[in-house]
Nanobody
Framework: QVQLSESGGGLVQSGASLTLSCAAS????????MGWFRQAPGKEREFVVA????????DYADSVKGRFAISRENAKNTLYLQMNSLKPEDTAVYYC?????????????????WGQGTQVTVSS
């Protein structure tokens, strides 16, 4: 059974940093493409960034470019999202997702497994 468990969210002030983690189990993490998505209140889920097991990344969403960084530690079956210079508009539930293979995708329909999400709230 595949499980993805996000952590690291919280309430922070504008300009702060947070690092989200996604612990994976039940899948071959070292051969999985991983992605981060987010969903703000009243909005559709949106793509943030993805990273293949080969180390290939997609472009970051324009709204986070230059501020967020994705990474993974295969030995720990863990995906990370470093978020710097947080803004109130970054407030959302952040989800990690996994798909088999090395093809990176920005479409949520391409991902097979999802975590339960972690809330990030940025106050102004």
């Amino acid at each position: 059974q595949v499980q993805l468990s996000e952590s690291g969210g919280g309430l922070v002030q504008s300009g702060a940093s947070l690092t989200l983690s996604c612990a994976a189990s039940g899948l071959t993490f070292s051969r999985s493409t991983m992605g981060w998505f987010r969903q703000a209140p009243g909005k559709e889920r949106e793509f943030v960034v993805a990273l293949s097991w080969r180390g290939v990344t997609t472009d970051y969403a324009d709204s986070v470019k230059g501020r967020f960084a994705i990474s993974r530690e295969n030995a720990k079956n863990t995906l990370y999202l470093q978020m710097n210079s947080l803004k109130p508009e970054d407030t959302a539930v952040y989800y990690c997702a996994a798909r088999d293979g090395s093809w990176v995708s920005m479409y949520d329909s391409d991902y097979d497994y999802w975590g339960q999400g972690t809330q990030v709230t940025v106050s102004s």
